[in-house]
């Protein structure tokens, strides 16, 4: 028996998990992950307090993870200016399952949820796994979201949930804050629906926050992640901010004590070093920006980015120079935007490494 021969629900049938190779090569720049360990001091807090934590294991986590969300609260309070209480905020392991909880909630059967492609590949999978129809619109050529086509595709698709990336993952494009003002309003014009800002990689961005638009709008909701810009993607910790009855809502759906007490611990530890791990995004937003200038000088076609990634190319082949740089020991990301591929910002060895792969690939390969 093989996948095709099970009785999977008609929406799944023909997908493919969403994920990247994982390949044995010296310079891994396909994952958007942070280049930078963790620091010796922040190693040992995180020891410190999954120890104290390792003491009550036998009994279950604090299901609402109070100490954490005041935490999260104070920190995103901090950082954008905008006073957020912890009733406003929620976590989860990672920001798909922030994702998914806010599908199970306001999505499933009977309800769409509308994104503008290209765009993070989960929004589309984590639809479909919660029964939630999904339908998107185009970007434009430059790969930012026109507001008129936007606007008529609310129009015609009245979505339940509507998704704003931004920065936008693959293509590293922000979306202005008088889009998401429109695109709000717009929705909120045709039914209530539940509008999704997905700011993962917005610590990286060259534009402020659009977490003060909570203000005044109750069915607004921003997600983040401390896989990027804290250097944690193994711990697996996502978050939102949101009115607090929407807070209260995705609790209906939640997994009972869903938060273990050692990831409560962990991100809590890291949250204390917030000022030194946010040191290292500064230096990779000054790297992203030397890939975006070096690989324009090559002849390349790159876009803005706000993220710690770079979309470039355009290729006629980009599967084919994918392979030249990885047969140079560069792993970056064909992720199916014709033409096009994308590299995460490493350290400085690591990008140099990249663009030497660059390089010497457009000597190997036409262009045009």
């Known amino acids: 028996m093989n996948l095709d021969d099970l009785p999977v629900r008609d929406e799944l049938r023909g997908k493919s998990p969403y994920g990247a190779p994982q390949l044995d090569v010296p310079v891994l720049l396909n994952t958007n992950e942070n280049p930078y360990p963790l620091p010796e001091p922040l190693v040992r807090r995180i020891a410190e307090r999954v120890a104290e934590a390792a003491r009550h294991l036998n009994r279950y986590p604090d299901r609402d993870a109070v100490e954490l969300r005041e935490a999260l609260a104070g920190y995103l309070t901090s950082s954008t200016g905008h006073a957020v209480g912890r ?76 998704f704003v990336c931004s920065p936008n993952n693959p293509t590293g494009t922000a979306v202005p804050r008088e889009t998401v003002l429109a695109l709000y309003e717009a929705a909120q014009a045709v039914k209530p629906t539940i509008v999704i800002v997905d700011e993962a990689y917005t610590e990286f961005s060259h534009q402020p926050s659009l977490l003060p638009l909570l203000e005044g709008r109750p069915l607004l909701v921003v997600t983040r992640t401390m896989s990027k810009a804290f250097g944690a993607a193994g711990l697996r910790l996502g978050y939102l901010a949101a009115d607090p009855a929407v807070v209260d809502a995705v609790q209906l759906v939640r997994l009972p004590y869903h938060l273990s007490a050692v990831t409560q611990a962990t991100a809590l530890a890291a949250l204390e070093f917030t000022d030194t791990l946010l040191g290292y995004v500064e230096r990779l937003k000054a790297e992203r920006d030397r890939i975006v200038t070096e690989l324009r000088a090559l002849g390349l076609e790159v876009t803005d980015s706000d993220a710690n990634f770079v979309q470039f190319g355009v290729f006629p082949n980009s599967h084919a120079m994918w392979q030249a740089i990885l047969d140079k020991g560069v792993l970056v990301r064909d992720n199916g935007v014709p033409g096009r591929l994308r590299v995460t910002a490493g350290t400085p060895a690591e990008n140099d490494a990249f663009l030497d792969a660059v390089r010497t690939s457009l000597k190997e390969l036409p262009t045009s």
Do not use: C, K
Request: glycine content about 12%; aromatic content about 8%.
């Open 87 to 162: 009733e406003q905020v929620w976590a989860a392991n990672g920001s798909n399952e922030i994702l998914q909880q806010l599908l199970q909630t306001f999505g499933g059967p009977g309800r769409t949820a509308l994104g503008f492609a290209p765009t993070y590949q989960m929004h589309d999978l984590i639809a479909r796994g919660t029964g939630t129809h999904w339908t998107q619109g185009p970007r434009g050529d430059d790969f930012t979201v026109d507001l008129d086509v936007a606007l008529a595709a609310i129009a015609v698709q009245r979505p339940d949930v509507l």
